[in-house]
């Protein structure tokens, strides 16, 4: 390679006689002499002194003044090198000078021609500005002078063309050289240091055009040269470093040529630097050259592990250093098994880091212990990196406890590394914060408790919790005991966490002291409600909730922990009525929840409250009447949670998530508080309420009045003519909406500003109910001006406006984004519809599609109207879904998700389904050529087949999802779910195939996509902004796909067919099998997901009623019973627990369930919930004490010890020196010797103790930092006991002491044995004499 051909050139040059350089042409350079670069020739050799003068003028500035010709510094500076081979000194000047002279005319021409594109640039700048001022004036006023400035832009527009052309010619030929002399000398310019990189001068010029390919091995030869001058400034040094990194950042493969017997020399020299900022580049530009395995031996062949434990050990005036070193480290685990590589002095180094409160790199220095701990946590605990990250939680200081629990979580998982943690103690040191009453600290606290819950909601976390007989979550439940408000509050809502209760709508007033009477108007809560939550209707079970069957047996265990009582306590306190009110909602919900989840022999205890009544029915005690209330506020609470919660659920009766869909609205039914017939007096009464007669300032109206007025007395047409001819409610409402009003329009979008637009949806839709509306609103200017408005933004109605009413600042600012829910209300309507074809609004609707040119209005559009009518709405809908951009078309297939699922009850009951069309739509979306938008169209199909009925039809359409691939199987997997499903698949050869393929593979993949499914739900990032505002409607909508992927088996066993098939292939009695026999393996991984994804298959199929028979013919039940109660591996016993849930779906499986002690709540018509829990809990939650592993006895590769041999325990050492050295290191570890130690240690020093000088008790002394706890500042303090040169000494093998043993000699260079042995000294100095005789 390059740089290893170029090296002896270098040094062959740094060794020339002093009287070779040029010393009066480097003496004509007045920048160099100004900047005092170059020394006298007699001080040091030429080819440093030229390189010295070089790199401190480099540094100044990126570019050269442009008086000097870019590249002339470096040309005369090859002349002085290449003279020394060249015999004319006078020749090799002449051709360099004409260069330069060359150079110069191209520089000057260069630089006239990038001042006239400037000047052009401005000129065409100013012809833009004034002709946007002309076009606000009148057109035929300024018409001339349009012309003028038009005819100026087009030419200026030319000319800079030209001028780009020119400048990108010359760049070009300043880039090719004019005479062949730079090419007959290519081959010294390798041996040149002092040249930077063509991308470095490329980027400091400051040129936007384009430059020649360059060479990166020749860049590569370049800058390593220049990393070998010596006696440099440290910014020469910093900036090569910094071109080398950039330019394996420009090119990745470049790191894989290294000749790291080159590159590993010079990083070597950096390292060793006295200036931290060198190190620290050497650090950087190590960390970009690590590629594998191979360059990690390699770095490390370099003794860096002793380099980087110096580094650590430093103060903070290194931290620049310290965290380039840190991040070195952390490179290794970036490899894959980089972690062996990774030495046990340098993670000891980093966890005496870490225990630094105060230290900048604390939080770095934790993460890397963390990620160690995950990737070899036999390394992290033979290494005492464990305590730091105890001790880190416990304290609550860490910014993201979760992530650090969840490295423990991971650990605690498998016996294979569970052994390495202490049980009932690494995850209990967060408890501590909520325990010691004298340690709490709010801050401490709320820290503690988010690690607290993501322990909580993993397998892990929870088993390791539970153990002996709940004493963690036992002490979190009973700190609630404790007078602290902290601590309380904290609990409570971690309670409300965990247990998924989302506070209703009226909490937060209810909690700031507001009585629940004033909760009695919930009917409007309840139909609004209602109206986003109808259910769908589903003739096979519904999918199963894993979260609240988690849920559930969480709350199994807090109920066994104590949680009730002591939240019954905290209620009867006095002394906070926040806290008192929140417990008290708590305990509302926490019964109606147990109602509804836990079956009954859990909930039915509960719900008697039995302390707190006890207290209540003693007359005698004074608490008789503090416990009386709150037997009143629990009442009153539930009362009002049952009022409030969705009428369609029964008490004991768990929606599933696909239930709660949304569908169409139910067919209009009249309001019963709305009194639509009246009788005068009351209606005129209305109206003076209203205030719209008293005030034409909208701001003082009631709008809660005119709401009331509106959904009322104007549904009567009577009452409708009243308000347009008998007064001016009519006419200032009306206009209260038109947009050149500039009323409704200039409001500020908010959330309290949204009452208007409902207003005025609610009054287009009643006017609209009578003939005397639809008169009036045909009549009236709001209709025609808001198709004006859209005029504006339509490009072929000549319209134009300067500030348009739908521009996408308005639309998003203010209220004019309103509109378009009211032509959705008129689209629904048929006498709506004419009124838009009157105004031409849907040919302008057209015209705005066509042209692409507003997404956001085009969204707005599509997402706000109303396609149940067969009309233009449908027209544009499917020339969107078909003509428009990808994400037109993404927005266009997500409206038609909640038309798919449309259904409508007739008060008969009968559900009616109108969603064909939409249907159709979706699956001519199927053949797009974006996959995204096929995705999108799968999912929303996917959704509708919870339907039969559509089930049905969408088989009808025969869609062909070939060429989706995976995309497309979720879709064909519900089509198995009826007969006819069944047979058009098993037509197309795809039942077969398609259950081989799972048989022999994809059931282990299903392992993997249903658990980061599961881990998706438990993270609640859905209630991060529970209160968002949007224009757009399906933004509301988002898709939150948490429901289950589908599984083939589940929804073959959902037909007769399907289960017949399975008979017949045996697959069922395979995975049984495979479960009585691997079932409780626990050391191969590979085979514990296939037991898991055979768990998964069971319970799917037994999940099924047609199924079910399956598992009374084997007795596989019992053993996935014996999986989840006494498995080694926590997370398969999760999954034994979710599939225990799906098994006691069926009739036959609960009831094999129920035999084995296992329960679940039930419909009041008997159906399951498929949420079982063990009767006795203590036998799934039986974790037991584990053998812990103690860091002695572990064993660690060679590869991860700096020092192979451990230090013995009995310190043997001839020199009596040393020896007291090495007893007082051993001393520094007690506390009681520490200080007098330390102070025989700088005595030490201050005798100047020849043991400071040498490498072998360096070594010794770094074997004991390594095998053995010390501080950060005694580790620090050794380090600087010991001379500089021990570390130059170690790093590049030179292991002899000063007391001079031959053994060293062979590995020592020729100048090194000649300086420091006296007797070559003088037979050198001898033979010199002579010859100079």
Known sequence: MLSSSATPTQKSLASQPPHAVNSPVAASRPSLDRDGGLQPPNTTNGARTASSAASSFAPRGSSLAPSQPPGSFSSELRSQTMQSRAGSRADVYVRDKLDEDDESVAESTLNALKDSLSRELKIKEGSENLLEALNAKKAKQTKEQRQRVEAELMASNARIKELKQKIADAQRSKAVPSTPTRARNEGLLRSDGLRSPPSASRSGAGSDFDEPTESPTFALAEILQALEVEGMTPEYYVERSNNLVDLFKRHPTLKYDLVWSVFGDRMQDMLLSNSREVVAAGYRMLRYAISDMASLKKIRGLNTDFMVVVSLAKDRKADVEREQALKFVRAFLDVKDGVREVSRAVVRTIAAVAEQVEDRLRPICIETLAEILLRDPALLVASGGLVPLSETLAEGTYKSPESLSSAFLYLLDAPQTRKYLRAGYELEVLFTAFTDALFSYEGVIKQNSKAIASALKSWSGLMTLSMYNFRAIGSLISSLMLPNPTIRDTVVDLLYSLLRIKPPAWATSYLAGRRLTTYGRVTTLKSSSSSKEETVYEDDGAEQNFVEHYTALLLAIFIKAGMMPNLLRVAQDNEDPTLKRKTTLLIGETLKLASRILPPSWSSDLQLLPELFAAASQFRDEAHFNATGIVYQIS?????????????????????????????????????????????????????????????????????????????PLMNGKRVEEAIKASKFAKRLVGFYRPFKFKFSEIKNTRNTQKYVRVGCALIHTLLQTAEGTKYLADNKLLRQIAECLAQCDPTSGLTAQYPMFSKDRLTDTLCGGYFPMIGVLSGDPKGLQMLERWRIFNMMYHIVDFKQRPDLIRLLLSNLDYSLQGHPRVLLSKALTAGTKDMRINATNVLRKYATRQRVTPTGQVISDSKWAIQLLVTQLYDPEVEVCATAVKILEKACNSKALLEYIVECRPALDHLGEIGAPLLLRFLSTSIGYHYLDGLDYISNEMDDWFLGRNDTYVSLIEASLARSFIDTHEDQPHRLSIYEDDLDTDQDSHVPPHFYRELSRTTEGCKLLEDKGHFEEFASTIREYGMQSEDPELITKVKGCLWAVGNVGSMELGAPFLESTDVVEHIIKIAESHDVMSLRGTAFFVLGLISRSTHGLEILSEHGWESNTTPLGISLGLCVPSNLSKLLSCQPWKHEIPAAIRLLDTQKTILEPPPAEIIEEDETNRRILELMTELGNMVLYKKAKVELFQLRHKKAPGFRQPALFRKVMALMECHHYRLPDRHLVIELFDKSVLRRIVYGEESDESGSSSGDEQRTERQRSISDPADLEKITARAQQASL
Not at 665 to 680: A, C, F, L, M, S
């Open 636 to 712: 009153s609470v539930s009362r009002t949670l049952y009022r409030s919660s969705p009428s369609g659920y029964a008490a004991g009766y768990l929606p599933s998530s696909s239930m709660l869909e949304n569908m169409s609205h139910v067919e209009e039914t009249p309001k019963t508080n709305v009194i639509v017939n009246t009788d005068d007096a009351t209606f005129r009464q209305l109206l003076i309420d209203s205030g719209v007669l008293g005030h034409s300032n909208p701001s003082k109206w009631n709008w809660d009045v005119v709401l009331k007025i509106i959904e009322g």
